[in-house]
T-cell receptor
Framework: GAVVSQHPSRVICKSGTSVKIECRSL??????MFWYRQFPKQSLMLMAT?????????EQGVEKDKFLINHASLTLSTLTVTSAHPEDSSFYIC?????????????FGPGTRLTVL | GESVGLHLPTLSVQEGDNSIINCAYS??????FIWYKQESGKGPQFIID?????DKRQGQRVTVLLNKTVKHLSLQIAATQPGDSAVYFC?????????FGTGTRLQVFP
């Protein structure tokens, strides 16, 4: 099946610093990637949709200046959490959309655990 | 909207029994539905999907049932195994985005 990786898997940072998370589709090209955030014991909440070569589309309530998304190629999207604060601590998960056989399926990365001190 | 819940619904089953996990979806425009399995500290793993023109689809040990009349989706796992222990999410796709349900924790005991 299609494989999506994320790096790093865990990161701990000080309040006020920025953190970059990478999402890669390893064996397929993804025109669309999605970024989700998941708080403990809650469901995945979509943050933004990232299309290669264009600006990301953010969901309501997600600050685009705080969560910078770059989709530089068909296999790489990055999420940068700028000026991170403790309330940004969460599990960040990306997915990549694979179009095959007339339908598209989202394949998820393993997630990145961000802890802001 | 934001899912608020300090406790996930939990389904406890004995190893070898069948499990049924239910999900109510909200958008009648959704034409595609997926079940995901998420183990602790990992990303969601695709289990099975179904389109709105079907009411049942079977995979290996899993079956998804779709009732569009009442906007209900279920996942049946046959002969549940300890490795099935995880949180299960349904997701609907009314547009090009997925909307996840609140999740159900499946606990398998010997």
């Amino acid at each position: 099946g299609a494989v999506v990786s994320q790096h790093p898997s865990r990161v701990i940072c000080k309040s006020g610093t920025s953190v970059k998370i990478e999402c890669r589709s390893l064996d397929f090209q993804a025109t669309t990637m999605f970024w989700y955030r998941q708080f403990p014991k809650q469901s995945l909440m979509l943050m933004a949709t990232s299309n290669e070569g264009s600006k990301a589309t953010y969901e309501q309530g997600v600050e685009k200046d705080k969560f910078l998304i770059n989709h530089a190629s068909l296999t790489l999207s990055t999420l940068t959490v700028t000026s991170a604060h403790p309330e940004d601590s969460s599990f960040y998960i990306c997915s990549a959309s694979l179009l095959a056989g007339g339908s598209d399926t989202q394949y998820f990365g393993p997630g990145t655990r961000l802890t802001v001190l | 909207g934001e899912s608020v819940g300090l406790h996930l619904p939990t389904l406890s089953v004995q190893e070898g029994d069948n499990s049924i996990i239910n999900c109510a979806y909200s958008n009648s425009a959704s034409d595609y539905f997926i079940w995901y399995k998420q183990e602790s500290g990992k990303g969601p793993q695709f289990i099975i999907d179904i389109r709105s023109n079907m009411d049942k689809r079977q995979g290996q040990r899993v079956t998804v049932l779709l009732n569009k009349t009442v906007k209900h989706l279920s996942l049946q796992i046959a002969a549940t195994q300890p490795g099935d222990s995880a949180v299960y999410f349904c997701a609907e796709r009314p547009t090009d985005k997925l909307i996840f349900g609140t999740g159900t924790r499946l606990q398998v005991f010997p």
